[in-house]
Structure formats: structure tokens, C-alpha cells
């Protein structure tokens, strides 16, 4: 299946960008950041078509996912 996954700050490493549709045979989020190598502690927020999600989530043809690393900085 396909999803749209739209990484920032240092996520968007593993994601060869800040946006990219990604071919995944992941069933949740958690296979999806397993097969692009993203440690899940890297990551403090996920959405799923605009909605918090847990990495256990479910994905469907087209979802929308965003992720977000922890913030630093002063």
C-alpha cells in the first residue's frame, strides 16, 4: 500500500526528504518506521490523517502520516 509521509527536523533523514509517498507493507506505524529505520524514540508525535496516533495505528491506502521529533533548543 501507499502512504504519504511527511517527516520533519531530523525525521526527514530517514525519509529521503521532508515529504515523500512511501510503499509500505507495514500494517501500523511501528512496521512503516521499522522498514524506513526510525528509531521509534525519535519520535514524540504521529498523526494519521490529522489525528494523534499510537504506533500500533492501522495504516490504509493513502493515509496521511506526520511525524515530529522531540524539540531541543533554548
Excluded: C, H, W
Aim: no cysteine.
Amino acid at each position: 500500500m501507499k502512504v504519504n509521509l511527511r517527516a520533519f527536523g531530523l525525521l526527514s533523514d530517514y525519509n529521503k526528504g521532508m515529504n515523500a509517498q512511501i510503499e509500505t507493507e507495514g500494517p501500523d506505524l511501528s512496521g512503516l518506521f521499522g522498514q524506513l529505520t526510525i528509531p521509534q524514540d525519535l519520535v514524540m508525535l504521529a498523526t494519521v490523517n490529522g489525528q494523534p496516533a499510537s504506533f500500533d495505528r492501522k495504516l490504509d491506502e493513502g493515509d496521511q502520516i506526520i511525524i515530529v521529533p522531540p524539540v531541543a533548543g533554548g
